[in-house]
């Protein structure tokens, strides 16, 4: 949602610091470069004189050092994978000089993919916290682009994190439909519409959040009333209403028209999954169809909830929507009554910012984590007494968790694995499933459970509530996200397209799981 951690990402530099805070107003890459790093008597400003720019020199001088940060980072990350290349290549000659078979993808596994993927996965921490931070198009803009060419070089070079394809099995049982495209910056965060017409809304580090008919892939409707990163959006469960929480430190609850276009024929499915058909080459965020500039825009929220003193990074309507929560980086969860935006409850506890907020869909209870590695358990059913559970047992930043339709959460985390609890056991986990990339936002699917995991190594995967892998979306260079996938969402209603995911590739993609053969496949 759509991206959320920084430090330095080369082997001689430190790894990054879970407890370390973060302003909410202010980038996450530290600002170490200094006069004495360049020739003796050239200070910024004198490197900058000469260019034609009407910014204020203090904020050139600022731009000066985050560029040569990054570069540097860059440069240590380059340098490294450099060396795990020749490590692998003098791997291949040692295994052919033995007659031994050599498969690229098995090289990556092991200390070498364990090495890479923590310097990726600490720049893709450093990277989603400058997104979600940005709160103005004067902080995002300027930052936008190099941090989109990051990005590039970041996903040019994760071949040594994940270099395994899809096998055949999976390919017949996640099929991709749709592609959503238009927004102009990473998606952070999608979510299906509960009542009709059924639409998918994303949410952008654009400042927008866009509403999409599913099976056309058409931009219904743009709300542009945030001056921030979009980063997070969820919808009524009774009425056309939408809620969004943006960098701008506010929440947003907005109403929203929209006609369906008509029907199209079914896709073809296999021709999505044919090897010589080239994705690779179309611009990120290249809409087929209307652009968002092209259709309705909604500029102004029916109310405007205040209250945060940092990013508001997620929210969520309680069951009824009369009431909504709201997570912000000022460590502090609101609940606020819907039709006066009154304040109701300040949830406070967390030691470090909030990640995410979740709300049970038939109880008064709501579920916040937070990058102190715990997440915890808000209980309003009784109005006299509002309990609080801690559930610890992750050792980095609690991404997501997320309430079942039972008595179950299920959490993921920065330390790669994904948590299942027992709400009348919170002692320990009753399942752990352990990843080889930090986890994002997940989902559960309604009906089969079935646990959605986005990856920042731009992976999908599928779970069963015991741990079991289910299957893994297809993704190469001609299907799937190109970049760190920030969210999942299911929608079991419909049958035909009924799990979404949307990515720092400016994308959403819908799939078609075909759960029944899923299931009989474990």
């Excluded at 059924?198 to 866009?210: E, I, K, N, Y």
């Excluded at 896709?267 to 010589?276: I, K, R």
């Excluded at 997440?375 to 059913?381: H, S, T």
Aim: glycine letters at 8%; a neutral charge; proline letters at 4%.
């Amino acid at each position: 949602m759509p991206v959320e951690g920084g430090s330095s990402t080369g082997s001689t530099t430190a790894a990054r610091h879970p407890k370390q805070k973060r302003k909410a107003h202010s980038l996450s890459i530290r600002r170490t470069n200094s006069t004495e790093d360049r020739p003796p008597g050239i200070l910024r400003g004198d490197m900058l004189e000469g260019h034609d720019s009407k910014l204020p020199l203090a904020l050139r001088n600022n731009l000066l050092d985050l560029f040569s940060q990054i570069e540097r980072e860059f440069e240590n990350l380059y340098i490294e994978n450099l060396e795990l290349r020749r490590e692998i290549e003098s791997l291949n000659e040692r295994m052919t000089g033995d007659g031994q078979a050599v498969e690229g993808g098995d090289l990556t596994k092991g200390a070498l993919k364990a090495k890479a993927s923590h310097s990726t996965s600490q720049l893709s921490q450093k990277l989603k916290t400058t997104y979600k931070a940005s709160t103005s198009k004067d902080k995002i803009g300027g930052t936008r682009n190099f941090n989109m060419a990051a990005w590039e070089l970041w996903g040019g070079d994760s071949w040594i994190v994940s270099s395994f394809k899809a096998t055949t099995g999976s390919r017949a049982l996640c099929q991709l439909l749709k592609e959503y495209m238009g927004h102009r910056d990473g998606i952070w965060d999608l979510s299906v519409t509960r009542t009709q017409p059924v639409v998918l809304g994303t949410s952008s580090a654009d400042h927008s959040a866009l509403l999409w008919s599913i099976e056309t892939g058409k931009c219904l409707l743009r709300y542009a009333g945030h001056a921030g990163s979009v980063n997070s959006i969820k919808f009524h469960p009774t009425e056309q209403m939408a809620l969004t929480a943006s960098g701008d430190q506010t929440a947003h609850i907005w109403r929203y028209m929209v006609q369906l276009p008509a029907p199209q024929p079914p896709p073809d499915v296999s021709a999505f999954c044919d090897e010589d058909q080239d994705l690779s080459d179309r611009e990120e965020g290249e809409a087929d169809g209307d652009g968002p500039s092209e259709v309705p825009t909604v500029r102004f929220a029916t109310a405007i909830l205040k209250s945060h003193q940092g990013v508001v990074i997620a929210a969520d309507w309680l069951v009824g929507g009369r009431q909504v929560v709201t997570a912000s980086w000022d460590r502090a969860a609101n609940l606020y009554e819907v039709e006066t935006s009154e304040l109701v409850h300040t949830l406070t506890g967390h030691d470090q910012e909030l990640t995410h907020c979740c709300t049970h869909p038939t109880q008064r209870l709501v579920v916040t984590s937070s990058r102190d590695t715990t997440f915890r358990l808000w209980d309003f059913r009784d109005p006299s007494i509002h309990s609080v559970n801690v559930f610890q047992g992750h050792t980095d930043t609690v991404t997501s968790a997320v309430f079942t339709v039972g008595d179950n959460v299920v959490s993921g985390s920065d330390d790669r694995t994904v948590k299942v609890w027992d709400l009348k056991n919170m002692r320990s986990p009753i399942t752990t499933i352990r990843t080889d990339s930090a986890v994002n936002r997940i989902s559960v699917s309604t009906n089969q459970r079935i646990i959605a995991l986005p990856h920042d190594n731009r992976q999908v995967r599928l779970f069963d509530m015991s741990g079991v892998r289910l299957a893994r979306l297809p993704r190469s260079n001609r299907m799937g996200h190109r970049r760190m996938v920030c969210c999942t969402a299911w929608n079991e209603e419909n049958q035909t397209c009924n799990l979404f995911t949307c990515g720092f590739d400016r994308q959403a993609i819908g799939w078609n799981i075909n759960i029944p053969a899923l299931l009989q496949e474990k």
